[in-house]
């Protein structure tokens, strides 16, 4: 991209206070610094989401929500007197 120097720096500092004066210029730069606070948090939790999304793997990692319910109970046995499905008596 582009480089911003020391002098330049200098140079907008110096605009920056002859059009805005002494007396707006310390808020403008506290505004300033809360934006910059805020976009770094921002772009924090965007790379932190990417990351956790990049590592999910679907076809081998269960989601969240499977990984914390209990394992299913057994089926029960059938009921005296109910038909067998394999020889068709009582």
């Known amino acids: 991209m582009f480089e911003v120097g020391f002098t330049e720096i200098i140079l907008i500092l110096g ?3 002859l059009v805005l004066g002494p ?3 310390p808020k403008l730069a506290a505004d300033l610094g809360r ?3 805020r976009a770094r948090s921002m ?3 965007l790379r932190t989401q990417l990351e956790q999304e990049t590592r999910y793997d679907p076809l081998n990692d269960p989601p969240p929500q499977a990984r914390s ?3 299913p109970a057994a089926a029960p046995d059938a009921a005296p ?3 067998d499905e394999t020889d068709g008596t009582r």
């Open 15 to 17: 605009i920056a206070l």
């Open 69 to 71: 319910s209990p394992p």
């Open 23 to 25: 007396e707006r210029l």
């Open 81 to 83: 007197g109910t038909p």
């Open 35 to 37: 934006w910059a606070g």
């Open 43 to 45: 772009a924090r939790q």
